[in-house]
Each structure stands twice: as structure tokens, then as C-alpha cells.
């Protein structure tokens, strides 16, 4: 299988760090590790699952954004 490296940008990674106290103040979590562990998850997920995930071809008249698309 091809190896695939995966790179977050600073904002993303800032977000993901902001996310934690956003779930916790707003209480989506009783405590602020499980949103930490949430948030964990979610690297997982990017790290693990995404370079597997099935994409989908961009429609043409959007493809200036890119060629291939998840969602």
C-alpha cells in the first residue's frame, strides 16, 4: 500500500487544541479530559482513517477547489 503522510497546518491543530476547552465551558463534557480524549479521536481518525477513506471525484464545475473530495 502506498504511504501516505498526513500534514496539519498550524490552524488546524490550534483549533483542535481550542476545541477541548470549547466542549468543556460550553458542557458537551463533564470533565475536560474526556473532551480531550474526543479530541484525540478525532487525530486518530485523521491519521488513521483518512488516508483509507473512500474519496468521491470533485463535480467539474468546482474542481478550481480540487479533484477529489470525502464527504
Known amino acids: 500500500m502506498e504511504e501516505i ?4 497546518q498550524k490552524n488546524v491543530t490550534n483549533y483542535l487544541e481550542e476545541l ?7 458542557e458537551y463534557f463533564g470533565f ?3 473532551a480531550q ?11 488513521h482513517n ?9 463535480p467539474e464545475n468546482l474542481t478550481d ?3 477529489k473530495y470525502i464527504f
Open 5 to 8: 503522510t498526513i500534514i496539519l
Open 37 to 47: 480524549i474526543y479530541v484525540q479521536k478525532i487525530y486518530d481518525f485523521i491519521e
Open 50 to 58: 483518512l488516508p483509507i477513506f473512500p474519496h468521491k471525484s470533485t
Open 20 to 26: 477541548i476547552l470549547i466542549l468543556y465551558k460550553n
Open 32 to 34: 475536560e479530559s474526556d
Open 65 to 67: 477547489l480540487g479533484s
